[in-house]
């Protein structure tokens, strides 16, 4: 399957096209064709919004796959309590 053909089926929503996408950029990367064009290429894969994505659905899935865990913990960002030497 030709390159565009692979990029276009991503951009329509078939996400499991992606793989198969940036496997014939790198090896066009190793055989040393179109270095430029496929390097615009993947900053345009970076870049382009995909119009199927659900938003509520991304940030929560982003939230739980990334969580800081501040909701626990409040005391971060907080300043620690002085530390006293310890006399002998």
Known sequence: MELKT???KYFEGYEEA???VLEAIVRR???GKHKETDDELMDE?????RVDVDDE???SNFTNLYSTGDEEDSSLGQTPPR??????
Not at 45 to 49: F, M, R, T, W, Y
Request: proline share 13%.
């Open 6 to 8: 692979r990029i276009k």
């Open 57 to 59: 659905k991304f940030e």
């Open 18 to 20: 992606l793989p198969s």
């Open 29 to 31: 990367k190793l055989a």
């Open 45 to 49: 894969l970076e870049v382009q919004p």
């Open 83 to 88: 530390m006293i030497p310890c006399k002998d």
